[in-house]
């Protein structure tokens, strides 16, 4: 089954921009998972198609209309997970990105201006992903992230599957280091363990290292290897239908 992904977006031309290329764009030519992006613009109603307004209360910038964004999430409603982008969303992590990456694909809103109408969000029950703690200007750069992480994941994109499972926040941990020939460069050697030849020594290094890096770097992070809990199902995020708030 092909994982199916649509972009809401005014700038329907950044799209498959990277994606296009290495392992997303022979999977996309493989048939493997489809990307469709849609210009909001041509759901907007008058000739001028215009897409946003001055927001209620004053203050700086536009804000994207409700009617525009909800023809435009109407126009692609099924049983996928429709997201809005945005810096106020919680955080995506992989736990998130395996789920998604395990259903049948995502729709995508990508906010531009001072952001969407309340309304919208909360009659469609968007659910509000962050890729981090900054401000882009725009959804796209972020949808492009989270497909890349969603796309990696279907079945048969990545040559080994081993190394989807070694990487960092796989497990909980940072990824532990990687070396390749030569084995002294610049008078730097590979850990000895690593030329060892002895598979339980190089796995427990490798524990090691990750669990030393993790404390290091990202004490938020539990450092040990039980592993993520199982991701909580999405909340009640498709776009089929207009329902109450949340």
Partial sequence: MTWRATVL????????GPLGHSLAGRALAQ?????????IRAYAPGRHRSVDDAPFGGGAGMVMR?????AALAACADDRPAIYLTPRGARLDQPTVRRLAAGSGVVLLCGRYEGVDQRVIEARGLLE??????????GEPAALVLLDACV???PGVMGAAASAEDESFAAGLLEYPHYTRPAD????RVPEVLLSGHHAAVAAWREAEAVRITRARRPDL??????DPAPAALPGATVAGSGPAP
């Fill in 9 to 16: 977006t005014l700038f329907p031309a950044m799209f498959p």
């Fill in 31 to 39: 048939g493997v998972w489809s990307l469709a992006a849609e210009d």
């Fill in 66 to 70: 409700p009617d525009v964004v909800d």
């Fill in 129 to 138: 992903l962050s890729i981090g703690d900054y401000v882009l200007s725009g």
């Fill in 152 to 154: 990696r994941l279907l």
């Fill in 185 to 188: 460069w610049c008078g730097r």
């Fill in 222 to 227: 539990p450092a040990d290897r039980s592993g």
